[in-house]
């Protein structure tokens, strides 16, 4: 699940790839689908995403005037149901790598009027560029996957949270039931490329996407890799069968 670091190759879906070209890869294919990115998702995940990201902030015990940190936020998604959990008094930091994500998302919440205490900023989630213990919480969803080094990322997460802080991931995982496993890979690996060139003349980021899943470590593999990072606590919570997992760390 992690980059074979003997070799200097990564996996980009299914196809192992030189470690420094996953990056301009991965933003290749989100440059593309940036402004479809509702679509893709819905498509994805038959529309519950958007009930799965409104449990995920429910449960992040994110609280008014928290600082938190968004990384690949770039739709915004998030960063629209946190800002009214942290107040006034608080900030959401939203970053992504991808300047073609994060414009859309910025333009998306400034048409809904949301602006105060909301920053916007291009970042690698491996090297963040931000102080030790200066964010209560940190939230990912639907991004770890497509980092290549994911424990590095774990490990800086780690760094800049305060004593007490949280990281919370939001991703796809590995479906606990073999037969609902198999109906999934049908939708996953027949239907979705088609609906992503039927919908967005894009097949094949979206052949992409379902197989960067699949190659995402499942909820035992990033428990471990959480904790190796320096995290002192983990929990994992099952969504829709395994579909996705969110994943609370806490910094102790």
């Given at each position: 699940m992690t980059d074979d670091k003997n070799t200097g190759t990564t996996h980009f879906g299914f196809r192992d790839v030189p470690v420094d070209d996953k990056q301009k890869l991965v933003g290749q294919v989100f440059t593309s689908v940036a402004r479809n990115y509702d679509l893709m998702n819905d498509l994805m995940s038959f529309g519950i995403h958007r009930l799965w990201k409104r449990h995920f902030v429910a449960v992040s015990g994110v609280r008014r005037g928290d600082?938190?940190?968004?990384?690949?936020?770039?739709?915004?998604?998030i960063a629209a149901l946190l800002k009214p959990v942290v107040g006034a008094e608080g900030e959401v930091v939203v970053g992504d790598i991808n300047a073609a994500m994060l414009g859309v998302g910025r333009d998306r919440l400034t048409?809904?009027?949301?602006?105060?205490?909301?920053?916007?900023?291009?970042?690698?989630?491996?090297?963040?560029?931000?102080?030790?213990?200066?964010?209560?919480?940190?939230?990912?969803?639907?991004?770890?996957?497509?980092?290549?080094?994911?424990?590095?990322?774990?490990?800086?997460m780690c760094r800049i949270l305060k004593p007490g802080g949280r990281a919370l991931v939001l991703e796809f995982s590995k479906v606990k039931s073999p037969l609902f496993s198999k109906l999934y890979d049908v939708h996953s690996f027949k239907i979705l490329p088609k609906l992503g060139s039927l919908f967005a003349g894009d097949a094949n980021s979206y052949q992409y996407l379902a197989e960067s899943i699949r190659k995402h470590p499942d909820q035992e593999t990033l428990k471990g890799m959480m904790l190796r990072a320096g995290f002192g606590h983990v929990e994992v919570r099952n969504l829709t069968n395994g579909i996705v997992a969110i994943h609370r760390a806490y910094k102790l």
């Open positions: 600082r938190v940190l968004d990384l690949a936020g770039g739709t915004g998604d048409d809904r009027g949301l602006v105060s205490g909301l920053r916007w900023a291009q970042m690698n989630a491996e090297a963040l560029p931000f102080p030790d213990a200066s964010f209560d919480a940190v939230t990912i969803a639907f991004g770890l996957r497509n980092v290549t080094d994911k424990d590095k990322a774990l490990a800086d």
